[in-house]
């Protein structure tokens, strides 16, 4: 019987150790620029999330690529830019080894996000709606599918460089609010922000915080 339990005990051991060691691929930024949505543009935004990545506990964090789940709009003769094309191809773990999707697909139809799953890049909870303050409202310029929106309508805060006036698409990490309580896709997108300042991000429940995804 000793036997038995000895290797029943080893063997969740090992199961613990193993789920543990899934590495880290997906966070909400602990903290935003700053500036609200001005976070110097796709290439900022990205440089934050593997600066967050590399400054966090997660082993091998640092060494990977992370590219934040933005979109951008075109200008000129600059295409649009989809922020599902931009995370790689999954799977992803939050800092606790928690799946989050297996790959794009998956990430847009039926993904493990919830209030309890995304995690920032130190594993804490990110405050959701009845949190005071709320800072579910996260930045993705994109519609349900991840995709940048087409038209003249501004989504992005000028492709995340304004922090004054116009808007940006955010989704809700808690998937509540609004008429979109529990849908499958809120969590990208859920409502436009009332404006690009960090006063205006935060007047409707958000902080400028935004995905990071491992690319690779």
Not at 64 to 69: K, L, Q, S
Not at 98 to 110: E, G, P
Not at 181 to 188: E, F, L, N, Q, T
């Amino acid at each position: 019987m000793n036997i038995r339990l000895s290797l029943l005990a080893a063997s969740l051991c090992f199961s613990s150790m193993a789920f543990a060691a899934q590495p880290m691929g997906f966070f909400i930024t602990s903290a935003g620029s700053g500036k609200g949505a001005d976070l110097g543009g796709l290439a900022g935004a990205d440089k934050t999330c593997q600066s967050l990545a590399a400054a966090s506990a997660a082993a091998g964090a640092g060494k990977r690529t992370w590219h934040a789940y933005l979109s951008s709009s075109a200008t000129g003769s600059t295409p649009a830019v989809n922020a599902r094309d931009r995370i790689g191809r999954g799977p992803w773990y939050n800092a606790k080894g928690i799946l989050i999707a297996k790959d794009v697909d998956q990430l847009h139809r039926d993904n493990n996000l919830n209030k309890q799953t995304a995690l920032t890049e130190k594993g804490a909870m990110v405050n959701g709606r009845g949190d005071t303050p709320n800072m579910h409202d996260i930045l993705t310029g994109s519609d349900s599918y991840g995709k940048a929106f087409s038209g003249s309508q501004d989504t992005t805060c000028g492709n995340w460089t304004k922090s004054g006036e116009g808007s940006a698409q955010v989704g809700h990490h808690d998937r509540t609010g609004l008429v979109d309580k529990a849908h499958a896709r809120s969590w990208v997108h859920a409502h436009p922000s009332r404006g690009c300042s960090q006063e205006n991000l935060k007047s409707s429940g958000g902080n400028g915080f935004f995905y990071c995804f491992a690319a690779k």
